[in-house]
């Protein structure tokens, strides 16, 4: 609570100095109102971008290689996976059971009802 505190004193004095006559003129009436919301702008903008960049991982580009390449095969049209136009990749068939694999299992199912 001690720094809501601490920010609603200094939005108070930033107030102050902006809106409390000195000599018979404001600090807004003196500055020009383009620049004053400018710098506003600026300074917000920064902010905003600071705040937001702090939840993300952002690598920095580079213009050179990686310092070592991963090593990967290349995939030639027989090898690749076939994938449909939705991007899903087909999966391999699926394990079939003996016969006699088969009844093991039905008898195990009857016997363990």
Partial sequence: MKWLLGLMLF????MAV??????GRTLWSRGAVREVARF????L??????IASLSKDHAQPTHAPPAHS???????????PRTSREGIVQ???????????????????????
């Avoid at 902006?18 to 000599?23: S, T």
């Avoid at 990967?72 to 027989?78: I, L």
Wanted: glycine share 4%.
């Fill in 11 to 14: 939005f108070a004095f930033a």
């Fill in 40 to 43: 506003v702008a600026h300074g």
């Fill in 18 to 23: 902006l809106l409390l006559p000195i000599q």
């Fill in 91 to 113: 999966q391999p068939p699926k394990e079939t059971l003996q016969p006699r694999d088969q009844a093991a299992l039905q008898d195990l199912i009857a016997h363990s009802r």
């Fill in 70 to 80: 991963p090593k990967r095969k290349v995939q030639t049209a027989a090898t690749a």
């Fill in 45 to 50: 903008r920064s902010g905003w971008d600071a």
